[in-house]
T-cell receptor
Framework: DTGVSQDPRHKITKRGQNVTFRCDPISEHNRLYWYRQTLGQGPEFLTY????????KSRLLSDRFSAERPKGSFSTLEIQRTEQGDSAMYLC??????????FGPGTRLTVT | DQQVKQNSPSLSVQEGRISILNCDYT??????FLWYKKYPAEGPTFLISISSIKDKNEDGRFTVFLNKSAKHLSLHIVPSQPGDSAVYFCAASAGAGNMLTFGGGTRLMVKP
């Protein structure tokens, strides 16, 4: 069991650029979640998948954000036309259809 | 509206003493509660959880208490150790596999 992995760990980008993050969940977990955390706050839910189906999206997920999980394994989160307000830690978690979710190390995004 | 609140942003405790971290919630649909621990530059690590049908769950030095009528839960760490110094997040879920709603966190500092 290698845990949840995320790539890259850090990303610095200029405002207006597109960025894509990847998450590899724990292999037997069929649920995958994306959260965003800003300084001094708790993680905030963005979206989640059961297998390849995207079941719920937060209103925080503007139309510049898109997430996919094409084969029910890894997932990608893309942010188009980044803004400074997108600077945050993006966390991925996975779960075996139960309550406990297991988090990856996160991708820290800095938009300059 | 914040459905999960941790009203103490920080707590300082002497090594060997008890640490008590508190959490309040407002949503009556929450049926499961979790505590996560987070070190800087890492993702949250699952610590302990409790179902709404219980009022106490214990795991080694960690005990979580739930008071449903008061919509309040607490995490007790006994005895506290310097390695426990981290940010602790309370989270709640309304249904297995659903999103987690997090509090803002409490930074615990355990002094040697």
């Amino acid at each position: 069991d290698t845990g949840v992995s995320q790539d890259p760990r850090h990303k610095i980008t200029k405002r207006g650029q597109n960025v894509t993050f990847r998450c590899d969940p724990i292999s037997e977990h069929n649920r995958l979640y994306w959260y965003r955390q800003t300084l001094g706050q708790g993680p905030e839910f963005l979206t989640y998948f059961q297998n390849e189906a995207q079941l719920e999206k937060s209103r925080l997920l503007s139309d510049r954000f898109s997430a996919e999980r094409p084969k029910g394994s890894f997932s990608t989160l893309e942010i188009q036309r980044t803004e400074q307000g997108d600077s945050a830690m993006y966390l991925c978690a996975s779960s075996p259809d139960w309550y406990e979710q297991y988090f990856g190390p996160g991708t820290r995004l800095t938009v300059t | 509206d914040q459905q999960v609140k941790q009203n103490s942003p920080s707590l300082s405790v002497q090594e060997g003493r008890i640490s008590i971290l508190n959490c309040d919630y407002t949503n009556s649909m929450f049926d499961y509660f979790l505590w996560y621990k987070k070190y800087p530059a890492e993702g949250p690590t699952f610590l302990i959880s409790i179902s709404s049908i219980k009022d106490k769950n214990e795991d080694g030095r960690f005990t979580v208490f739930l008071n449903k009528s008061a919509k309040h839960l607490s995490l007790h760490i006994v005895p506290s150790q310097p390695g426990d110094s981290a940010v602790y997040f309370c989270a709640a879920s309304a249904g297995a596999g659903n999103m987690l709603t997090f509090g803002g966190g409490t930074r615990l500092m355990v002094k040697p």
